[in-house]
């Protein structure tokens, strides 16, 4: 494979305009990143076997780390606070080379790295943190079992603590409880942060972290440990994924990470948090950087998949016609440009969003001061940005190979790598259905106790508050978005699609009336008689589809606030038409709702589609600078087929 440098760029002024203003509050930090980042092995062989591919990314993981991009960010001990700006932004630019080394840098740093630092306390950090940041000490995450992959609670690995010894004992009671999916469990990790139900004195105390041995430095398991090589997988060859069972494996008390919770020598058990819920999701919320770290990783995937498939757009020729001898350029025909714009326009309002779910856990986590309802918002935005992201990067790396022919399905023009790399992305870090439910729980946590003060009328006016007061106070539209939707709530049909006002009107109402309506539904379900699990178990698809048109809406206001923030008039310009093509691509998606619903009319349905069509004939002269404005360098797209 032909070695790969770190480009100087002769990008156009309107693609460096769009870069600067989609980059946004991380422009320094970024083109820094895009300077800095060793590109002489960016991207691996597709032809190596796994067993080659495992070695290969260790090895880069190395060199990466020797060169600043492996652990930047992570606190190195209890002195050290750490950075969350540098975790993501390493991360992000980690993910416009191989995914394997992405991830295996996510699983040693962020996962492993960031149990210890974000539930451990100061014996841990300067014991283990300054030997995972230098590579010394590989571990593994080891949470999710085969049993219990998205019911954490539900564990059912034990840690039980020993008064006669002073020890900790680890144990998979049921084949259900063996740790399965775990990156670096196959070969190369030596300790496991083991997730599993806390006993103290036959007391349980909910899920806990113990820190567990697993190898030895000839690479034998350890007694007691079982470990399992999980092979072949749809992609991410290069991550050694595994198994690992406990037969009472014992470890010093001290290995507990104790943080929210400790046994001192006495074997008494403490905690700062009292109620066991709150100490559960509180722990969980401290991990909330993985989620922020995979949507940023699943949207530089999306993003150098469509660079590649619109610039071979650009090059390639079929079919004569009349003044073209030579063929007409793909993204010269309407059907190439409806496939590959509007995905570009999504890439752009998705990392528009990114950037602000960037400066939430930056404030979060940054040292500061905030609140527990900034910190919940943060859990939140970061499990919806996550799914909605995902889900993009697998749509966009499809659409993409589809795009480039023959040529797409070919290793060596990385689509189908990137393509089976990121379709794991859906799951881990939770899998995104679920999260999407998390999503809309927050949106009506308050929903029991208004209940009970309000008649059946009463509820809609106290479900349309929470909305814009009293649940997550980001969901209420900003200062902007609020504007447009005041100005255009008595007539919405007296402005055009392409007003934004009226695009804001339609995802304020689609997020606003889908959630009215599930109160409703979920206050009726909650005074069922019959099966009560299969009453809210009717709300699934209702469920989902409110989480999705909140994060619609908060996409869309990112977009609106990044246009504003953007300084040049051309770039500006452009933008203005590419978050027209977002937004009336989201409303189209849903154009039966809002027919349903009586929230556009027939005839405004109809002309979507033309509208659609003109949107994409204005940006097609544009496709160049918006793909440069994605910020992959072009000479490290690697793809063969640029190359002709």
Same mark, same amino acid.
């Given at each position: ?14 693609? @460096? ?7 946004? %509050? ?39 780390? !020797? ?5 930047? /960010?992570?606190?190195? *001990?209890?002195?050290?606070?750490? =950075? ?10 980690? @993910?416009?080379?191989? &995914? ?62 020993? %008064? =006669? ?51 030895? =430095?000839?690479?034998? =398991?350890?007694? /007691? ?5 999980? $092979?072949?997988? $749809? ?34 058990? *403490? ?48 079919? %004569? ?38 400066? @939430? ?73 679920? +999260?999407?439910? &998390? ?18 009328? /009463? ?18 539209? /900003? ?82 606030? $990044? ?44 002309? +979507?589609? !033309? ?34």
């Amino acid at each position: 494979m032909t070695a790969l440098l770190n480009p100087t760029e002769n990008l156009t002024h309107l693609g @460096a305009a769009l870069r600067t203003a989609f980059d946004g %509050p991380y422009a320094a930090e970024r083109a820094r990143a895009r300077e800095e980042l060793p590109a002489e092995h960016l991207l691996r062989d597709p032809g190596l076997t796994m067993e080659q591919a495992r070695a290969w990314t260790l090895s880069r993981l190395g060199e990466l780390q !020797e060169s600043g991009f492996g652990a930047a /960010g992570v606190p190195q *001990s209890s002195g050290d606070a750490g =950075d969350p700006l540098a975790a993501v932004m390493t991360f992000e630019a980690l @993910a416009y080379g191989d &995914l394997s080394v992405t991830i295996k840098s996510g699983v040693q740093f962020g996962l492993f790295g960031g149990a210890v630092a974000n539930l451990g306390t100061a014996w841990h950090h300067d014991t283990f943190l300054p030997q995972i940041t230098s590579l010394r000490l590989l571990g593994c995450f080891a949470m999710t079992e085969l049993g219990h992959g998205s019911d954490v609670a539900s564990l059912e690995t034990t840690i039980t603590y020993l %008064p =006669d010894t002073d020890e900790f004992e680890v144990h998979s009671p049921t084949p259900a409880a063996t740790k399965a999916y775990i990156g670096n469990a196959a070969c190369h990790g030596t300790m496991a942060a083991v997730f599993g139900q806390l006993m103290v004195d036959g007391q349980g105390h909910g899920v806990h972290t113990v820190l567990v041995p697993i190898r030895n =430095d000839d690479g034998r =398991d350890l007694p /007691g440990v079982t470990t399992g090589d999980q $092979g072949h997988k $749809g992609g991410l060859q290069g991550v050694d994924n595994g198994t690992i069972r406990f037969d009472h494996v014992r470890v010093k008390r001290e290995m507990l990470l104790d943080r929210y919770g400790r046994v001192d020598a006495d074997g008494r058990y *403490s905690s700062p948090i009292e109620s066991p819920n709150r100490r559960f999701f509180t722990m969980l919320g401290t991990l909330v950087r993985g989620r922020v770290c995979v949507s940023a990783g699943g949207l530089v995937a999306a993003r150098r998949g469509l660079s590649i498939a619109t610039r071979y757009a650009l090059q390639r020729r079929q079919f %004569p016609a009349a003044g073209r001898p030579g063929g007409v350029l793909l993204l010269d025909y309407l059907t190439h440009q409806r496939r590959l714009l509007p995905l570009v326009a999504r890439a752009y309002a998705l990392g528009f969003a990114q950037n602000e779910l960037i400066q @939430a856990l930056v404030h979060v986590q940054g040292g500061g001061e905030h609140s527990d309802r900034e910190q919940r918002e943060l859990e939140t935005r970061a499990a919806g940005l996550k799914a909605m992201s995902t889900w993009f990067a697998n749509e966009a790396l499809q659409a993409s190979r589809e795009a480039c022919g023959g040529a797409g399905y070919l290793a060596e023009n990385q689509l189908t790598g990137m393509r089976g790399d990121a379709d794991v992305f859906a799951t881990f870090e939770g899998d995104n259905t679920v +999260l999407l439910q &998390l999503v809309t729980k927050a949106l009506v946590t308050d929903y029991r106790q208004l209940w009970g003060e309000l008649d059946r009328a /009463g509820v809609v006016q106290a479900t349309a508050k929470q909305v814009g007061e009293t649940v997550v106070e980001w969901t209420a539209a /900003g200062v902007l978005m609020e504007r447009l939707v005041a100005n255009t709530r008595r007539r919405p049909d007296d402005l055009a699609m392409i007003d934004r006002a009226w695009q804001a009107w339609a995802f304020t109402e689609r997020e606003r009336h889908s959630l009215e309506s599930l109160a409703r539904r979920m206050r009726a379900a909650a005074r069922s008689q019959g099966d009560r699990f299969e009453a809210f178990n009717r709300l699934g698809d209702h469920v989902q589809f409110v989480a999705r048109a909140h994060l619609e809406r908060v996409v869309l206001e990112a977009f609106v606030d $990044g246009i504003a923030a953007c300084q040049d008039p051309e770039a500006r310009a452009v933008l203005e038409k590419l978050c027209s093509l977002y937004a009336l691509s989201s409303i189209d998606a849903d154009r039966g709702w809002f027919l349903e619903h009586n929230r556009i009319s027939s005839t405004r349905s109809k002309a +979507l589609g !033309e509208q659609l069509n003109l949107l994409c004939r204005e940006l097609r002269p544009h496709a160049l600078p918006l793909v440069e404005g994605m910020g992959v360098p072009e000479g490290w797209l690697g793809a063969t087929l640029l190359e002709e």
